[in-house]
């Protein structure tokens, strides 16, 4: 049975520049204006916030984490950036390694690692293995230009496995191809003589 509540998604991203939160702001704002109810911490400002608890909260209560690939992200997510800075999101990030470490299978299919316009796969951290496992580059905020993380996000398939057939087709052997026979033509005294039978010596 389809399900009919929106489904959740948390967004983790860094704050690398003023620009890049916009940009994830805009992003965000396209998800939820398409019928995700998405968590973001810009829109969690309105008192006083245990952030590492909201972070915990967030990630269990979503279908879906979306990570934003950024250089920061993958400094801090990998665990080359110094111990005072990105400190929320060196917890939120090891938050998800646990989550993968706990059940790979099931978070791998969670976690989303997704590359904005004006970044790409290279600033996705190692720990979601940008290289061996799928990514979603957003061209634009449109739903041609996100298409493939949308389907992902509301399990819409671009092809779906036809219904298997009530039987398999029938399909006898082909008969055995004859086997030529060498021919050897013979001139004796102006008699031609056709040896059919192989290299056998033809005598007159």
Known sequence: MPRTDPVR??????????????HVLAFSEFLVRNGLDVTLDQWNLAHRQDWYTWAIASIENADHVIVVASARYRE?????ASPESNRGLQSEAA????????????????ILPVVLPGHTPAEIPAFL???TADHYLVAEFTVAGCEALLRVL???????????????????????????????VVSRGGITIVNQGGDQNVSM
């Open 9 to 22: 998604v948390f967004v983790s991203y860094t704050h690398d520049s003023p620009e890049h939160k916009d």
């Open 76 to 80: 801090a997510a990998d665990g080359h």
């Open 95 to 110: 938050l998800l390694r646990e989550k993968l470490h706990s059940d790979r299978p099931a978070w791998t299919r969670k």
């Open 129 to 131: 293995q940008p290289q």
């Open 154 to 184: 509301t399990a819409q398939p671009p092809h779906v496995k036809p219904a298997l057939g009530a039987r398999q087709p029938h399909l006898p052997p082909r008969p055995a191809s004859p086997v030529p026979l060498r021919q050897k």
